[in-house]
């Protein structure tokens, strides 16, 4: 079994044989218009994706 980068959620390797898929997206870098306040949003912003899909 391994771990998160954070160590907080564990994952298990799947086995392809049974149909199972795990997709891993890390560090894709987004820039982007975000925010709740308008001030938020006037400027681009980086944010930085890490996705597990199981």
């Given at each position: 079994m391994s771990v998160s980068d954070d160590g907080r959620f564990p994952?298990?390797?799947t086995d392809a044989r049974a149909g199972t898929r795990h997709v891993f997206?890390?560090?894709l870098?987004?820039?982007t218009?975000?925010?709740v306040h308008d001030a938020e949003k006037r400027a681009p912003q980086r944010i930085v994706v890490n996705v597990d899909l199981v």
């Open positions: 994952s298990r390797p997206v890390r560090d870098v987004v820039i218009l975000i925010g």
